[in-house]
Nanobody, 125 residues
Framework: QVQLVESGGGLVQAGGSLRLSCAASGRAFSRYNMGWFRQAPGKERDFVAA????????DYADSVKGRFTISRDNAKSTVYLQMNSLRPEDTAVYHC??????????????????WGQGTQVTVSS
């Protein structure tokens, strides 16, 4: 079992930056691909970014490519999402997720077994 806890969300103006963190406890963190998803009110949970076991492979949704960066520190059992040039349409609850190793890294929620509760990101115009 893996427990995931996100932090770092908040209110930011358009064009600003935030860094989300997701701390994992439980089984060996480095055994799992990690992903970030987001869900806006009334919408489905959408893929944002994912990273493989040791960071050798990453993938991004087209809407965030060039603005967001996913990274991980296996020694700290933490995955990060650096978000720059934020836009109002980035407003959502952001969830981190952990899943079994696969390449390419997964983009679908059903490819992940473990989920955090989420952290709210609100971008004002």
């Amino acid at each position: 079992q893996v427990q995931l806890v996100e932090s770092g969300g908040g209110l930011v103006q358009a064009g600003g930056s935030l860094r989300l963190s997701c701390a994992a406890s439980g089984r060996a963190f480095s055994r799992y691909n990690m992903g970030w998803f987001r869900q806006a009110p009334g919408k489905e949970r959408d893929f944002v970014a994912a990273i493989s076991l040791h960071g050798g492979s990453t993938d991004y949704a087209d809407s965030v490519k060039g603005r967001f960066t996913i990274s991980r520190d296996n020694a700290k059992s933490t995955v990060y999402l650096q978000m720059n040039s934020l836009r109002p349409e980035d407003t959502a609850v952001y969830h981190c997720a952990g899943g079994p190793f696969r390449l390419p890294v997964g983009r679908r929620p059903d490819e992940y077994n473990y989920w955090g509760q989420g952290t709210q990101v609100t971008v004002s115009s």
